[in-house]
């Protein structure tokens, strides 16, 4: 038999806000333990919580940008349970009025996947666990993270990546959240079932929990599946339970049961009041929104011609299409620019950190001026390339590596003599290729090209020099 | 009807022990406390949901950074602390 | 008159230094908190820097504020920095605040000299001050008697004259019950009125600050002090109209006063007889008496313990040994330490409501107890308003009886629970009210009354408080105890 995974995700996806949700201690990643703690943040008796007002707007900004509806009237609620990170035993969140409601992210094979909710609630210290005893470090209580819950609508390990790697790009895009996995700033649970194709019916569910990279989602749920496949197949059932995820041995294996059962006891938080979003200002935050990668990409592909995967590459990061945006103003063949952008920058900015932050020694203006040199048949593109390393090492405008023997174009005359010269020194070449071997005129180009210090065209070379050999 | 079960699971919530001898003693409280709340059972009531008591909405701070307390001062009353952290041993 | 306004005077005109009398306060503590144990913690260092500071201000011909140097106290459960704060619980035994409690800075910066915490029942739960660590607060009316609860202490403090005024919390009747038991005046201001930052919640909807006075103008002078917003609170509104002060003396002819009968049901003739006698007195002041019915306020009490008991198995949670106060000595496991310190480190009371409070929000009982506890609550609020309609403000027994012997309120958790039957409809609405002595029982114990208040209506209340008080004066009797002025 032939079996369908089924899948959903929730992602908690920390807020790049400066400080805390409920308190104005600092976010920011790491620091020594308990430094970036106040009275509020540890639950002291007697201590209030505040709401952040960036936190709702950011929520929101997640939500417009995943096509959600945005609640008129939210709350925040107690979630009760006894941990050691979690310093007032309950976790302020979202229970039955979330902010945000009904979204979807639609992937490129046309499939929706729906997302159910976004909320926003606030993160747990960390656990040190050394000698057998465990060390509490509070630091990152509190910071603020949304929810996004999908329904189970993946159906296929590779639908999980490219929803993961999107909803980074949109998050990153907004300007919500730096989406590190490895940092921590973006963590998935994955709720895996399978189940006969064409079945309706939806099978036991597993959670998987402790993945941080892309990868190891892929892999563990690629595992997972098997797993419960075989599970079924041996006549077993699959026991609904949260697994962890090994990726020294891409394994899932059972978390240790809580020793509580599950009962949250949820009820409104009576410290905070209720959050009231007009529709005016959700227009305004809409109206405030960048434009979102994917209509960038279409953008790129229809009105500028840019092949569909050099788009891609284009629009991943938002500061790489913005500065190609700024790049190519005044510019007619925008693909110039990103020829340059993929080719010569992208092997400058190796790491994804890197092409993130696209902190490039040559401003997009500098490129603009260069490509107009082209586009004004002022220099040619092999000098220009040549030019572009110089000035993404120095930092330097193009002008300071073009002298004035470069500029301008080699007139008619001259070209006729260079390419008669390589002509006459070259007898085997014109030879060979009067007798066929369209190659050995690459030599010839190259004879011509040195005699003119690249300032040729090579497309006029090869004109000129077809037309002399005859 | 509270049960001896029903005391032993919220207890397990609460986080307390309720020692075996104490356990219908406190049962049987319970169930005269809840006996007493079951009063407002047939109370009638609009249906209409209680927001918080002197409705109030979009109370909020800014986005900008106060100074956290220094480490010392966040562990100072922490019964056990080592290396600047919360220390919960694992057993004495 | 007022004990505030007369201190005042004392240090203004140099009668008295503030030294000397906070010395004698010191030493009427000294002298008279083994029998009636208002203090639990005494902080002399405290109250005699600041007196230190008062006398130097004096001594260079400044002026002070009409707090400025007056010895007061608060409840254990407010956050005093540095010092000890238990909500009289063994679990937070050793806990010094690293941050002051909004009222407490706002008080200590208007110069306000701390004679130390008073006692109170554990984290405020109980009637009589009795489930307290440290034993029960007596009444300095006859100290075989409670102070009542669960301010017991600031309460006996006041009327034993060994603090000017006191700061009580009060979440459903705290302030007022022991104000009514000690032959005082306690005012329960709006829900919102006064920051509850760093008051160590018990259950955060309902609780609020308050004064405990030994009269109206006290009263008056303490919350118009303490009634700011404060952002760090976001439940806090501040006081939404002037000060209460400034019409205290107002005339309050004309005023109805509205008595609604379920408040009658159930309690002792004594009580019944001395607020009917309050009524005349209130009409030979030229207002009106409007009797009218409220049925939802006999659904009070138990919406009040459903809705108190929940909040507070989730604002109790957080002492597990990790971070603050006691820490099981023997254990294996930190889920076995969390258990064993709660286990330990609670008392019977509290540990009975947290057990309640989850009972009533756990899974299959939310619906039933939480949430149409939360809906009559709606209910309740919406009558009183539609009272307000007709009246000025309410006026009701305090307690049905007066204070008990001491160990007579923790034998029947249920019975106990009902003496607090008059008091919890204002903090279900969270409403002003204050308790002011109108009388006392055969054997000489103090009875009380409220005036209740519509929302942020504190001045309207005091005002007519002071108006009685000012032709009911033996009602306010002093008592035996402290430093006499």
Same mark, same amino acid.
């Given at each position: 038999?032939?079996?369908?995974?089924?899948?959903?995700?929730?992602?908690?996806?920390?807020?790049?806000?400066?400080?805390?949700?409920?308190?104005?201690?600092?976010?920011?990643?790491?620091?020594?333990?308990?430094?970036?703690?106040?009275?509020?943040?540890?639950?002291?008796?007697?201590?209030?919580?505040?709401?952040?007002?960036?936190?709702?707007?950011?929520?929101?900004?997640?939500?417009?940008?995943?096509?959600?509806?945005?609640?008129?009237?939210?709350?925040?609620?107690?979630?009760?349970?006894?941990?050691?990170?979690?310093?007032?035993?309950?976790?302020?969140?979202?229970?039955?009025?979330?902010?945000?409601?009904?979204?979807?992210?639609?992937?490129?094979?046309?499939?929706?996947?729906?997302?159910?909710?976004?909320?926003?609630?606030?993160?747990?210290?960390?656990?040190?666990?050394?000698?057998?005893?465990?060390?509490?470090?509070?630091?990152?209580?509190?910071?603020?993270?949304?929810?996004?819950?999908?329904?189970?609508?993946?159906?296929?390990?590779?639908?999980?990546?490219?929803?993961?790697?999107?909803?980074?790009?949109?998050?990153?895009?907004?300007?919500?959240?730096?989406?590190?996995?490895?940092?921590?700033?973006?963590?998935?649970?994955?709720?895996?079932?399978?189940?006969?194709?064409?079945?309706?019916?939806?099978?036991?569910?597993?959670?998987?929990?402790?993945?941080?990279?892309?990868?190891?989602?892929?892999?563990?749920?690629?595992?997972?599946?098997?797993?419960?496949?075989?599970?079924?197949?041996?006549?077993?059932?699959?026991?609904?339970?949260?697994?962890?995820?090994?990726?020294?041995?891409?394994?899932?294996?059972?978390?240790?049961?809580?020793?509580?059962?599950?009962?949250?006891?949820?009820?409104?938080?009576?410290?905070?009041?209720?959050?009231?979003?007009?529709?005016?200002?959700?227009?305004?935050?809409?109206?405030?929104?960048?434009?979102?990668?994917?209509?960038?990409?279409?953008?790129?592909?229809?009105?500028?011609?840019?092949?569909?995967?050099?788009?891609?590459?284009?629009?991943?990061?938002?500061?790489?299409?913005?500065?190609?945006?700024?790049?190519?103003?005044?510019?007619?063949?925008?693909?110039?620019?990103?020829?340059?952008?993929?080719?010569?920058?992208?092997?400058?900015?190796?790491?994804?950190?890197?092409?993130?932050?696209?902190?490039?020694?040559?401003?997009?203006?500098?490129?603009?001026?260069?490509?107009?040199?082209?586009?004004?048949?002022?220099?040619?593109?092999?000098?220009?390339?040549?030019?572009?390393?110089?000035?993404?090492?120095?930092?330097?405008?193009?002008?300071?590596?073009?002298?004035?023997?470069?500029?301008?174009?080699?007139?008619?005359?001259?070209?006729?003599?260079?390419?008669?010269?390589?002509?006459?020194?070259?007898?085997?070449?014109?030879?060979?290729?009067?007798?066929?071997?369209?190659?050995?005129?690459?030599?010839?180009?190259?004879?011509?090209?040195?005699?003119?210090?690249?300032?040729?065209?090579?497309?006029?070379?090869?004109?000129?020099?077809?037309?002399?050999?005859? | 009807?509270?049960?001896? %079960?029903?005391?032993? #699971? @919220?207890?397990? &919530? *609460?986080?307390? +022990?309720?020692?075996?001898?104490?356990?219908?003693?406190?049962?049987?409280?319970?169930?005269?406390?809840?006996?007493?709340?079951?009063?407002?059972?047939?109370?009638?009531?609009?249906? %209409?949901?209680?927001? #918080? @008591?002197?409705? &109030? *909405?979009?109370? +909020?701070?800014?986005?900008?950074?106060?100074?956290?307390?220094?480490?010392?001062?966040?562990?100072?009353?922490?019964?056990?602390?080592?290396?600047?952290?919360?220390?919960?041993?694992?057993?004495? | 008159?007022?004990?505030?306004?007369?201190?005042?005077?004392?240090?203004?005109?140099?009668?008295?230094?503030?030294?000397?009398?906070?010395?004698?306060?010191?030493?009427?503590?000294?002298?008279?908190?083994?029998?009636?144990?208002?203090?639990?913690?005494?902080?002399?260092?405290?109250?005699?820097?600041?007196?230190?500071?008062?006398?130097?201000?004096?001594?260079?011909?400044?002026?002070?504020?009409?707090?400025?140097?007056?010895?007061?106290?608060?409840?254990?459960?407010?956050?005093?920095?540095?010092?000890?704060?238990?909500?009289?619980?063994?679990?937070?035994?050793?806990?010094?605040?690293?941050?002051?409690?909004?009222?407490?800075?706002?008080?200590?910066?208007?110069?306000?000299?701390?004679?130390?915490?008073?006692?109170?029942?554990?984290?405020?739960?109980?009637?009589?001050?009795?489930?307290?660590?440290?034993?029960?607060?007596?009444?300095?009316?006859?100290?075989?008697?409670?102070?009542?609860?669960?301010?017991?202490?600031?309460?006996?403090?006041?009327?034993?004259?060994?603090?000017?005024?006191?700061?009580?919390?009060?979440?459903?009747?705290?302030?007022?019950?022991?104000?009514?038991?000690?032959?005082?005046?306690?005012?329960?201001?709006?829900?919102?009125?006064?920051?509850?930052?760093?008051?160590?919640?018990?259950?955060?909807?309902?609780?609020?600050?308050?004064?405990?006075?030994?009269?109206?103008?006290?009263?008056?002078?303490?919350?118009?002090?303490?009634?700011?917003?404060?952002?760090?609170?976001?439940?806090?509104?501040?006081?939404?109209?002037?000060?209460?002060?400034?019409?205290?003396?107002?005339?309050?002819?004309?005023?109805?006063?509205?008595?609604?009968?379920?408040?009658?049901?159930?309690?002792?003739?004594?009580?019944?007889?001395?607020?009917?006698?309050?009524?005349?007195?209130?009409?030979?002041?030229?207002?009106?008496?409007?009797?009218?019915?409220?049925?939802?306020?006999?659904?009070?009490?138990?919406?009040?313990?459903?809705?108190?008991?929940?909040?507070?198995?989730?604002?109790?949670?957080?002492?597990?040994?990790?971070?603050?106060?006691?820490?099981?000595?023997?254990?294996?496991?930190?889920?076995?330490?969390?258990?064993?310190?709660?286990?330990?480190?609670?008392?019977?009371?509290?540990?009975?409501?947290?057990?309640?409070?989850?009972?009533?929000?756990?899974?299959?009982?939310?619906?039933?107890?939480?949430?149409?506890?939360?809906?009559?609550?709606?209910?309740?609020?919406?009558?009183?308003?539609?009272?307000?309609?007709?009246?000025?403000?309410?006026?009701?027994?305090?307690?049905?009886?007066?204070?008990?012997?001491?160990?007579?309120?923790?034998?029947?958790?249920?019975?106990?629970?009902?003496?607090?039957?008059?008091?919890?409809?204002?903090?279900?609405?969270?409403?002003?009210?204050?308790?002011?002595?109108?009388?006392?029982?055969?054997?000489?114990?103090?009875?009380?009354?409220?005036?209740?208040?519509?929302?942020?209506?504190?001045?309207?209340?005091?005002?007519?408080?002071?108006?009685?008080?000012?032709?009911?004066?033996?009602?306010?009797?002093?008592?035996?105890?402290?430093?006499?002025?």
């Amino acid at each position: 038999m032939k079996y369908e995974l089924v899948a959903g995700f929730e992602t908690h996806v920390e807020l790049s806000t400066k400080t805390k949700i409920f308190c104005g201690c600092t976010t920011a990643f790491g620091g020594d333990p308990n430094t970036h703690c106040c009275p509020i943040c540890i639950g002291l008796p007697g201590t209030l919580p505040k709401l952040n007002r960036q936190v709702v707007k950011y929520a929101i900004m997640a939500g417009l940008a995943t096509n959600c509806e945005i609640a008129e009237v939210a709350k925040m609620d107690r979630k009760n349970y006894c941990y050691p990170d979690l310093s007032k035993a309950y976790q302020i969140s979202e229970y039955d009025k979330p902010l945000c409601e009904h979204g979807f992210i639609q992937l490129s094979n046309g499939r929706k996947i729906r997302i159910l909710r976004i909320h926003i609630e606030e993160d747990a210290g960390k656990l040190i666990h050394a000698h057998g005893d465990t060390y509490v470090d509070y630091n990152r209580g509190g910071v603020p993270l949304i929810e996004i819950v999908t329904e189970p609508d993946f159906r296929s390990a590779d639908e999980a990546r490219e929803y993961v790697e999107k909803l980074q790009q949109i998050m990153r895009y907004i300007g919500v959240s730096d989406c590190r996995m490895q940092e921590g700033s973006m963590r998935c649970d994955v709720n895996i079932s399978v189940r006969p194709e064409g079945s309706e019916k939806l099978g036991t569910r597993t959670e998987i929990k402790n993945m941080n990279s892309i990868n190891n989602i892929v892999k563990a749920m690629e595992y997972e599946f098997e797993r419960q496949v075989d599970v079924i197949e041996n006549g077993g059932k699959v026991i609904q339970e949260t697994l962890r995820y090994d990726d020294a041995t891409n394994t899932t294996s059972s978390m240790r049961g809580k020793e509580d059962a599950n009962d949250y006891r949820y009820f409104r938080d009576p410290d905070l009041v209720t959050i009231l979003t007009s529709r005016e200002e959700v227009e305004e935050i809409r109206s405030m929104l960048p434009e979102l990668p994917e209509k960038k990409q279409e953008r790129y592909i229809d009105e500028y011609g840019i092949p569909e995967k050099d788009a891609q590459l284009l629009t991943k990061y938002r500061k790489v299409s913005e500065y190609f945006d700024e790049a190519i103003k005044d510019i007619k063949n925008p693909k110039t620019v990103s020829n340059f952008i993929i080719g010569s920058i992208f092997r400058r900015v190796e790491t994804e950190k890197d092409k993130e932050e696209f902190a490039v020694a040559t401003s997009p203006k500098q490129l603009n001026q260069l490509v107009k040199m082209i586009e004004d048949k002022k220099i040619q593109n092999n000098l220009a390339k040549k030019t572009l390393e110089q000035m993404l090492d120095t930092g330097k405008d193009c002008t300071a590596f073009i002298d004035e023997s470069d500029l301008g174009g080699i007139d008619d005359s001259a070209l006729t003599s260079m390419c008669q010269s390589a002509i006459d020194s070259n007898p085997n070449a014109v030879a060979d290729f009067k007798s066929g071997k369209e190659k050995a005129l690459m030599a010839l180009l190259g004879n011509v090209m040195k005699q003119s210090r690249g300032k040729a065209d090579a497309q006029s070379v090869k004109a000129k020099l077809i037309e002399l050999i005859g | 009807m509270v049960t001896r %079960e029903d005391i032993e #699971n @919220i207890a397990i &919530l *609460s986080k307390l +022990f309720v020692a075996e001898e104490d356990l219908d003693k406190l049962t049987e409280q319970m169930q005269e406390i809840v006996e007493f709340a079951d009063a407002i059972n047939n109370a009638p009531d609009s249906g %209409e949901e209680f927001d #918080n @008591i002197n409705n &109030l *909405s979009n109370v +909020f701070r800014e986005d900008v950074v106060v100074e956290s307390f220094p480490s010392e001062e966040i562990l100072k009353n922490a019964p056990e602390q080592a290396e600047d952290h919360f220390l919960v041993r694992n057993h004495t | 008159m007022s004990i505030i306004k007369k201190i005042h005077d004392m240090l203004s005109s140099k009668e008295i230094s503030c030294k000397e009398l906070t010395e004698q306060y010191l030493s009427e503590i000294d002298k008279s908190n083994g029998e009636l144990n208002a203090y639990v913690n005494i902080t002399p260092e405290v109250a005699l820097e600041q007196a230190q500071k008062v006398d130097e201000k004096l001594a260079k011909g400044e002026e002070i504020g009409m707090l400025e140097g007056v010895p007061m106290t608060l409840k254990d459960n407010m956050s005093t920095k540095g010092i000890e704060t238990t909500c009289c619980s063994k679990i937070l035994t050793g806990y010094k605040p690293i941050y002051n409690a909004t009222v407490w800075d706002n008080l200590e910066s208007k110069g306000a000299v701390l004679l130390g915490k008073t006692n109170m029942d554990e984290f405020a739960m109980g009637s009589s001050c009795e489930t307290s660590y440290f034993g029960g607060a007596t009444n300095p009316f006859n100290t075989k008697h409670c102070a009542g609860g669960s301010s017991g202490g600031g309460a006996s403090a006041v009327s034993g004259n060994i603090a000017a005024y006191a700061l009580g919390s009060d979440t459903g009747g705290s302030i007022r019950q022991p104000a009514s038991f000690c032959g005082i005046v306690g005012l329960k201001p709006t829900y919102g009125a006064v920051s509850r930052y760093g008051l160590i919640a018990y259950a955060s909807s309902l609780d609020q600050i308050g004064p405990i006075t030994k009269t109206v103008e006290d009263a008056s002078i303490v919350f118009d002090a303490i009634s700011d917003y404060d952002p760090k609170d976001s439940t806090s509104q501040g006081r939404q109209k002037g000060l209460t002060y400034d019409t205290i003396n107002n005339d309050i002819k004309g005023m109805k006063i509205g008595i609604a009968r379920e408040y009658l049901e159930g309690i002792r003739d004594d009580v019944k007889e001395a607020l009917l006698n309050a009524t005349k007195v209130y009409e030979s002041l030229g207002a009106e008496i409007v009797y009218f019915d409220m049925p939802a306020i006999k659904y009070a009490l138990p919406v009040y313990y459903i809705i108190a008991c929940a909040e507070a198995s989730s604002n109790l949670g957080r002492y597990d040994g990790i971070r603050y106060g006691f820490k099981a000595e023997h254990y294996n496991g930190t889920h076995d330490m969390m258990c064993r310190t709660r286990s330990e480190g609670f008392g019977e009371e509290v540990k009975r409501r947290i057990l309640l409070g989850t009972y009533v929000l756990s899974a299959g009982y939310y619906d039933a107890y939480y949430k149409k506890a939360q809906n009559l609550r709606g209910t309740i609020l919406k009558a009183f308003n539609d009272a307000f309609l007709n009246c000025d403000f309410i006026l009701a027994p305090t307690v049905p009886m007066t204070a008990f012997e001491m160990g007579h309120a923790v034998s029947d958790p249920v019975e106990t629970y009902l003496t607090d039957i008059c008091t919890v409809p204002v903090n279900i609405a969270g409403l002003p009210a204050v308790s002011i002595p109108c009388g006392f029982n055969a054997k000489g114990m103090p009875i009380g009354m409220q005036l209740i208040g519509n929302k942020f209506e504190e001045a309207k209340i005091l005002n007519a408080a002071n108006m009685y008080e000012k032709v009911a004066k033996e009602n306010f009797k002093d008592t035996k105890w402290g430093v006499k002025l």
